[in-house]
């Protein structure tokens, strides 16, 4: 409710359901014993202060990183644990520390998000049920409408969830956001990975080289396992990214995680907005020679697991268009920047092509693939982020 009182990130425009949303909360606290309101308080407290120095980092946004850094470093010294709170991403589990060293600035042109770990106290998942201590790492934002990232992956967990009951073998990893005031959030960092771009700065100069360099030679059993998590992960992303439209797909938002799963991250352009609001990205999805290098050339057997994956992905999610749609329609009235009015609904039940056949939707996703296969435009999107935003690799 914090997250949406205003339909802007800086605050300015109320929203028709403020007045509402006013009235909830008041109830909600009134309803609290003094125990309850004092760790709400607390609580809102803690990720608030730890949230605005993201804002506190904007006056240093032209300066170098190590100067973001020791201002970090000076704001998150200034945070005490209070007991029993909580990251608002991790609600399960208790903050018992903060590492004070961890402060990190991210790239980006014109916010100032930064990357902070802390000590968690959580339950396993598993029998047996114990407690257990690990560090988990979040990034924060302000002045960044996070809102359209929960949506999205509100989205990717209700696929994953149709692709599970299906029995498919896709694999996809829908990371927590949490949007919690006007412009403000905070994101779980996907443990275990890195970006494809960091992978190029450490002098690796294809997802081919790591995946050899990581697990060995192509004919080994490591290489093939990590091989296979590759292609059931871009096969699962490929249908989210050509049903959601999901744009600036450039290689700081590509992540490979330590068992060779590729993981899109930042979905701040999705259904009918695009960076700069130009259609660089005009392939239904991204599909590179260096990801083909991986997943093996056309004519493979590997290529030909990957398009079985990708069309048993389309058929299993089409009958569920009408849930994700009904998902999407709930924010169209949000003034979140990828509504444009009912063709944006219009459009996303278009590209389930319900009228078309089993057999004649397999065939249409198949030729989406093709028209995917090395995109000329692909190559120009990352070319251009290279030449404007510092993303080389």
């Given amino acids: 409710m914090k997250a949406n009182m205003y339909r802007d990130e800086a605050g300015n425009e109320p929203d028709s359901l403020q007045p509402l949303f006013d009235e909830i909360i008041d109830k909600i606290i009134k309803s609290f014993s003094s125990a309850d309101e004092s760790f709400y308080q607390r609580e809102f407290e803690f990720f608030n202060k730890i949230t605005s120095i993201s804002g506190k980092l904007k006056p240093y946004i032209k300066r170098s990183k190590p100067e973001k850094k020791k201002k970090i470093d000076e704001e998150l010294a200034q945070i005490k644990v209070d007991v029993g709170c909580y990251l608002p991403s991790n609600p399960e589990s208790t903050v018992i520390d903060i590492d004070y060293l ?37 990034i924060f934002k302000v002045g960044d409408d996070c809102r359209q990232d929960v949506l999205a992956l509100q989205l990717i967990a209700l696929f994953k969830s149709v692709f599970a009951s299906a029995h498919l073998d896709l694999y996809l990893f829908p990371y927590r956001v949490v949007a919690t005031a006007p412009g403000c959030g905070v994101i779980e960092v996907i443990p275990n990975s890195t970006s494809r771009d960091m992978i190029g700065r450490e002098k690796i100069n294809s997802m081919f080289e790591y995946f050899v360099a990581k697990f060995g030679s192509p004919h080994t059993d490591a290489y093939r396992r990590a091989q296979r998590n590759f292609i059931t992960s871009v096969a699962g992303y490929s249908v989210i990214l050509y049903l959601l439209q999901i744009k600036d797909r450039h290689n700081g938002n590509i992540m490979l995680d330590s068992d060779g799963h590729l993981i899109h991250i930042d979905f701040g352009f999705i259904l009918d907005i695009s960076p700069g609001g130009v259609n660089f990205e005009s392939s239904p999805f991204k599909l590179t020679t260096e990801m083909l290098q991986v997943i093996g050339q056309a004519g493979s057997d590997t290529f030909r697991d990957f398009v079985r994956c990708v069309v048993q992905a389309f058929l299993a999610i089409r009958p569920y268009a009408d849930a994700i749609i009904n998902l999407v329609q709930l924010m169209s009235e949000s003034g979140l920047p990828c509504f444009k009015g009912e063709p944006t609904l219009r459009k996303l039940r278009a590209r389930f092509v319900l009228e078309k056949s089993e057999r004649e939707a397999a065939r249409f996703m198949m030729d989406r693939i093709a028209d995917s296969y090395e995109n000329k435009r692909t190559v120009l999107y990352d070319q251009f982020q290279k030449q404007t935003n510092g993303i080389p690799y």
């Fill in 102 to 138: 961890s402060g990190r600035p991210l790239q980006s042109h014109a916010k100032a998000p930064f990357l902070a770990t802390f000590k968690i106290e959580r339950t396993t998942l598993v029998p047996p049920f114990r407690k257990e201590q690990v560090w988990q790492s979040a």
